[in-house]
């Protein structure tokens, strides 16, 4: 019962984490971009007080909207934070996960299904090109994510993100150099890119319709809609680069519920993240927006790098 | 005692399959007669089966029943243990929430030219033949039922036979439908030289040769996997399935190719019981190419049935990966994993019967609704037909394989038993499997965006054709019908372990082991190998999700904006006046896609121009299978036979020669 107590604390702290931190590490994200093109940022409290503009704001219903328009905001939200539920973050729970990887991958979809539906609710032109683009990205992501997992998974004998990343604690300098986490790596950093909509495969703060994905479907959204939204983006944005930073250099995180290690955890989980953001935005400085339809090249690079992962696993690395 | 009351209940559900075909000729035009007492007895002979299906597998008992067969000098043998009593279990689910459906469905055949006798008959006898498939327990019997099975669909498929395109399928069906029971009894054939015996006991107890094994594999490997619609022998199934009456396409697409899978695991896991790494191998190629190259098919049909069928190839190959990827670790002696590996597979077959007949009575309600099949020509129904969209809506999500809902549960089964791959001594097996894995969840992912593409085309959006645009609600008990199949949906995705455990005690018993026992922890997770592994919990997860989603509404509606909502008209770029034309069709959604995997097809877009005012965009997509293998074989067998049919000059003497020089050759053998 204890056991069971404990967890769910584990959930509640985690999903709170998300929650507060989310909109700073996008206003983080902007504050870098800013320095890295030389113009003179925003404060990196932004995003909070956008998010606090957007919920305040008079919402625009649309003519012809159904359920599924209104449904999918908060839909779409509560599925990420059970998302986030699953990521090891600054607390490491061993005990048995409502779901793996692979339901991590599934909540992800299921959150997808839903925005590309609400795309094509009101039938205009853009929405379906959003959702029509949003669902080919997201079907040529989502094997290499699951190899990713998958090779992860044969390596630490376990499926379950928590497990995997204690394995990787256990071994010596808690960093796991092997041909194919190198391999892994890359590609993990390349579907990042892809799952949250970034430069080359996508442009978030485009202004064109023509070129959106992901803004092409929230298009019609407005007020707390469009509020919950962003906040939304923001946290699959942190989800990915938690991921990232806690799969492949798990330093720092909590094994043991006393309040200097969680501490302690927080702080060095907060600072790979940072930093995650720094990568994140050299990347995007040093690339330009790809044509939707080299996207699948990049896509399938990513995938050919899993590929490389798993041969060179199963040939070097048992 | 209980096997009498097995006994009886069979016999019951039996024979009120045979009446509910017979007893409505009675009724002769009596339009009301022949649909109630159709619907009644199938609904009798369901329950009954559904009932002393559920006993036996609760129980674990069976049951057997001879009667002589003299033609033969053998017995018509049925025999059910927990294995058939679980496909007997698929059938009668589905043909008892089907039956709720057929009363309103028919009323839109009651003109038509055709009489509903035909339907009622064909369709009676058709549920039978496949009750009889599952309970045979001789070769006799099973290609018999088999035959009866495989006719009176051919009947069925070729109900509105006026159309040239229902006569063209109906052809092609009965055709591969025959070259199938043809493989299969070929398959048997070879281990009935060894046995010496029909009766699948005799099988059971004899061990062949391994070449003559691999051959009977490969042949009832292609005869069960022409009915099943592997690919590349499923030509007949986006042929056949979308031109039969709904109800009817989903009882085939739901339940026919699951009684092909019963006989695929039936004829290798009991009667053949010889399973080499190769074998696996080869159905797990198969499967998985048919479950991409299915879904890839599925996203870029704009007729809605047709997608349907293409998708249930999708959903055989995931089954069939799941069989392989059994077969493989029963030959490698890892027991533990091919036990998963097969409750997966099972899993699997119960989930895509109950969503793809919910999604193809969906269908139905649409077609009769608003008489299109074309996605191009719906839109907008969410307004007009709400409850249909929620259960279809329903279907959409399971068939996706996404989390809380029953597709998931049978895919992450399928996952969890490709990762024991890790168990396996060979690299190469290792590296493939994963690959297959890799396929599943490109599959899955395929399968999102063709059923986003399906339910954003078909309900969301404005109304793209006049019919659509005055559709009107679905009648109650079709709503019923779909509305106890979307239950079962969540039910399965919800409590996943009552299922497990069942399939569990199947599986152990056919691949031979006892059932672990850490296998079974806990009824709110499912553990399929050990709990620090892999879990999953269903009911955990839509705990979390409905209350962060209360808690995401309360905060929502806790926040007072300045302004009250005002309705305003979508962004239209300044240029005015939206309208159903200006929306994304199917064509353009599936595009991104299609242009990525256009290698698969032979593409020909035309774009012509009649006048100034009117520009015609047309696609086609052309299976290159269907073109570079089975046209061409169509052309040289109609060759060969207008060169055969020389023989035919129609005089009767010449017909006395040769069956007088055919006695002599056939005495000529004897002797």
Redesign the interface.
């Known amino acids: 019962m204890g056991d069971c107590m404990t967890t769910m604390l584990i959930?509640i702290i985690q999903?709170i984490f998300f929650l507060a931190l989310a909109p700073l590490l996008a206003g983080w994200i902007k504050c870098c971009k800013c320095y890295m093109q030389n113009r003179s940022a925003p404060s990196i409290l932004q995003p909070y007080k956008d998010l606090n503009k957007l919920?305040?704001?008079?919402?625009?219903?649309?003519?012809?909207a159904?359920?599924?328009f209104y449904a999918t905001p908060?839909?779409l939200?509560?599925?990420l934070?059970?998302a986030c539920?699953l990521v090891p973050g600054f607390i490491l729970n061993?005990s048995?996960?409502?779901?793996?990887a692979?339901?991590f991958?599934?909540?992800l979809?299921?959150a997808?299904?839903f925005l590309?539906?609400a795309?094509?609710?009101?039938?205009?032109?853009?929405?379906?090109?959003g959702?029509?683009?949003e669902?080919?990205i997201?079907?040529?992501?989502?094997?290499?994510?699951?190899?990713i997992f998958?090779?992860m998974?044969?390596k630490a004998?376990?499926?379950?993100l928590s497990?995997i990343v204690s394995y990787i604690t256990q071994t010596s300098f808690g960093i796991y150099i092997y041909p194919s986490f190198i391999f892994i790596f890359l590609s993990l950093l390349m579907i990042t890119l892809a799952e949250t909509g970034r430069i080359p495969v996508d442009n978030p703060t485009t202004h064109l319709?023509l070129t959106m994905t992901h803004e092409a479907m929230i298009?019609?959204y407005s007020?707390?809609y469009l509020g919950?939204i962003e906040w939304g983006a923001q946290i699959k944005t942190m989800l990915f680069f938690v991921l990232i930073s806690n799969l492949f250099f798990p330093w720092g995180i909590a094994s043991s519920l006393t309040l200097t290690s969680i501490m302690l955890s927080l702080c060095v989980l907060c600072g790979k993240l940072f930093l995650c953001g720094i990568v994140i935005v050299l990347i995007e400085a040093v690339l330009a927006k790809m044509r939707?339809?080299k996207a699948?090249y990049f896509l399938c690079i990513a995938?050919a790098l899993?590929?490389l992962g798993?041969?060179s696993h199963?040939?070097f690395e048992? | 005692m209980l096997e009498n009351f097995t006994g009886i209940f069979l016999g019951f559900s039996l024979a009120c399959a045979v009446l509910s075909s017979v007893a409505p000729l009675c009724c002769w035009k009596n339009f009301n007669g022949i649909k109630l007492t159709h619907t009644i007895l199938l609904g009798f002979s369901g329950v009954s089966a559904l009932i002393y299906s559920i006993v036996t597998l609760v129980t674990h008992t069976s049951y057997q029943f001879s009667l002589p067969n003299n033609l033969f000098h053998c017995s018509w043998s049925i025999y059910l243990d927990s294995l058939s009593a679980f496909f007997i279990a698929i059938i009668s689910l589905i043909t008892c929430c089907v039956v709720f459906y057929i009363p309103s469905y028919l009323r839109k055949h009651e003109q038509s030219r055709q009489s509903l006798l035909q339907l009622t008959f064909f369709g009676g006898l058709f549920i039978l033949g496949m009750y009889l498939v599952v309970l045979a327990n001789d070769v006799i019997t099973f290609i018999a039922s088999w035959e009866l099975m495989s006719l009176t669909s051919y009947f069925l498929v070729t109900y509105q036979h006026n159309n040239t395109e229902n006569r063209n399928a109906g052809f092609v069906y009965l055709i591969m439908a025959h070259l199938s029971g043809l493989f299969i009894l070929l398959g048997f054939g070879v281990i009935t030289k060894f046995s010496h015996d029909p009766s699948f006991l005799s099988f059971q107890a004899t061990t062949l040769p391994t070449n003559w094994a691999v051959i009977s594999f490969v042949l009832a490997f292609i005869g069960f996997g022409i009915k099943a619609g592997l690919v590349p022998l499923h030509v007949w199934l986006p042929k056949a399935h979308p031109v039969a009456p709904s109800h009817i396409s989903a009882l085939m697409s739901g339940v026919m190719l699951k009684v092909a899978i019963y006989g695929f695991i039936r004829f290798v896991f009991c009667l053949l019981h010889q399973i080499y790494w190769q074998e696996g191998l080869v159905v797990l190629l198969f499967g998985s190419l048919s479950a991409v190259f299915g879904v890839l098919c599925a996203l870029t049909q704009n007729n809605l049935k047709r997608l349907l069928a293409y998708s249930s190839i999708e959903n055989i190959g995931i089954i069939f990966i799941g069989l392989g990827l059994s077969m493989i670790f029963f030959s490698a002696q890892q027991k533990v994993a091919a036990l998963i590996a097969l409750i997966a597979a099972l899993y699997h077959c119960l989930n895509h019967a109950v969503f793809k007949s919910l999604l193809f009575l969906g269908a139905g309600a649409i077609s009769q609704r608003t008489h299109e099949h074309d996605l191009e020509r719906m839109g907008g129904l969410i307004h007009r037909m709400p409850y249909t969209a929620i259960t279809f809506l329903i279907g959409c999500l399971s068939i996706s394989a996404l989390p809380l809902f029953n597709g998931f549960v049978s895919e992450w089964l399928t996952l969890q038993s490709a990762l024991q791959a890790m168990l396996l001594q060979d690299g190469i097996m290792r590296t493939l499997i994963i690959i297959t894995a890799a396929t599943i969840a490109l599959t899955g992912a395929l399968a999102a965006a063709c059923f986003v593409k399906v339910f954003g085309i078909a309900f969301l959006g404005k109304p793209r054709s006049r019919h659509a645009r005055r559709a009107n609600c679905t009648k109650i008990d079709m709503q019923i019908a779909m509305g106890v199949l979307a239950s079962f949906c969540i039910l399965f995705g919800l409590f996943p372990n009552f299922v497990f455990d069942i399939l569990g005690k199947i599986s152990s018993k056919l691949i031979g082991i006892a059932i672990p026992n850490n296998l079974f922890t806990n009824w709110l997770w499912l553990v399929p190998t050990a709990p620090h592994n892999a879990s999953y919990s269903a009911l955990a997860i839509l705990l979390l999700v409905v209350g962060t989603l209360f808690a995401t509404y309360i905060f929502g509606y806790l926040l007072k904006p300045i302004k009250p909502a005002v309705v305003v008209r979508p962004w239209d770029c300044g240029f005015g006046a939206l309208n159903s034309r200006t929306q994304y069709t199917s064509t353009a959604f599936a595009m991104p896609l299609r242009r990525v995997f256009g290698g698969l097809w032979n593409i020909t877009e035309e774009i012509t121009q009649e006048n100034s005012a009117k520009t015609f965009y047309k696609l086609t997509l052309a299976d290159r299978i269907w073109q570079s293998f089975y046209a061409r074989l169509g052309k040289f067998m109609s060759a060969t036979t207008k060169y055969l049919a020389k023989i035919q000059s129609g005089s009767i003497r010449a017909y006395l020669a040769y069956m007088f020089f055919t006695l002599l050759f056939l005495l000529w053998v004897i002797a």
Do not use: Y
Not at chain 1, 96 to 100: A, E, M, P, Q
């Open positions: 959930i999903i919920f305040l704001k008079q919402t625009l219903q649309v003519d012809g159904s359920w599924i908060c839909i939200f509560s599925i934070l059970v539920t061993t048995l996960n409502i779901g793996d692979i339901v991958v599934g909540l979809a299921l997808r299904f590309a539906l795309g094509m609710d009101i039938g205009t032109a853009f929405g379906g090109m959702s029509s683009r669902m080919m997201s079907a040529l992501a989502e094997p290499s994510l699951l190899l998958f090779i998974a044969m004998g376990s499926s379950n497990i319709e298009l019609e007020g707390k919950l939707l339809f699948p995938f899993c590929l798993i041969l199963i040939l048992t």
